[in-house]
C-alpha cells in the first residue's frame, strides 16, 4: 500500500509539472508564438486591414481625399505625413507607434506579426548599395531618385516585385551615411522622379534601346524617364 502510494504521488508530481512547463511547439514555433502580437509599422507598399483603419481615421479627419483600400500609396503617405505635422510628430510618413497611439488606433496594430520588418530592413540596406554603387557622386536628391525608380519597378507589372531583382548596378560597394539616408527616405515614400521607371546617364548609356523612353526630368548627370 505505502509502495503504491509513493508511486501515486511521484507520478502526481511528473504530470503536474508537465502542465506547468509545457508548451505546444516550443522551439518550433516559439518565436513566431510569443511575436504574435508584435506592433506592426505602416509605410508606403503596405497592405492590409491596418492600413484601411489608418485611411478611415485620416478620411473622417480631413487629412486624406482617396479610397480606403488598404493600399498605402501616395495619397496615403501625404496624408500622414500631414497629420505628423499638425500634431507635432516627426514627420516621415510613416505610420509607427507614435503616430499610431496619436490617431488612436494603437489597436490596430496588435496584429500578427510578420517577416515584413525584417525584409524592410534587408531591403533598405540593399537599396543603399544600388544608390551608392549607380548615384555616389550625385546630388542627394539624385541618389533618392535613384532609390525611387527601383522601388517604383518592385510595383510595377512590369518588373519584378522585390528590390533584389530590379536593382542596377554595381551594389557590392559599402554605402556612406548619404546613400543609407537616401534609402530610407526613398523606402519611406520620397519620389522626385514622380513615378519614373527608368536612369540613365546619357554620357556612358550604351543601350540604344534605353533612348527610346520618354525623359520627364534630369537630376544631375541622369536622366528620368517612363
Known sequence: MKKF???????AMLFSAIIQFYEPGF????????????????????????VKTVQDKLLRWR??????????????????????????????????PSTAKALGIKEAFMSTASAQGTNRSADEYLLA???????RG??????????AVVLNRTRSPQFPNTVAAVADGQINLTPNKDSLKAAKDAMNGWDP?????YYWNPATATSKWIWSRKVTLKIGKHWFGI
Open 5 to 11: 502510494t509513493i508511486i501515486t504521488l511521484v507520478l
Open 27 to 50: 522551439g518550433i514555433n516559439s518565436a513566431s508564438r510569443y511575436n504574435m502580437f508584435a506592433p506592426r509599422t505602416l509605410y508606403w507598399g503596405s497592405q492590409g486591414n491596418d
Open 63 to 96: 487629412y486624406y481625399d482617396g479610397k480606403v483600400d488598404g493600399i498605402f500609396g501616395a495619397r496615403t503617405y501625404r496624408a500622414v505625413r500631414r497629420f505628423q505635422q499638425k500634431n507635432g510628430l516627426s514627420i516621415d510618413g510613416v505610420v509607427g
Open 129 to 135: 548599395r544600388t544608390i551608392h554603387g549607380e548615384a
Open 138 to 147: 550625385e546630388p542627394y536628391v539624385g541618389k533618392v531618385a535613384v532609390g
Open 193 to 197: 522622379t514622380y513615378g519614373c521607371l
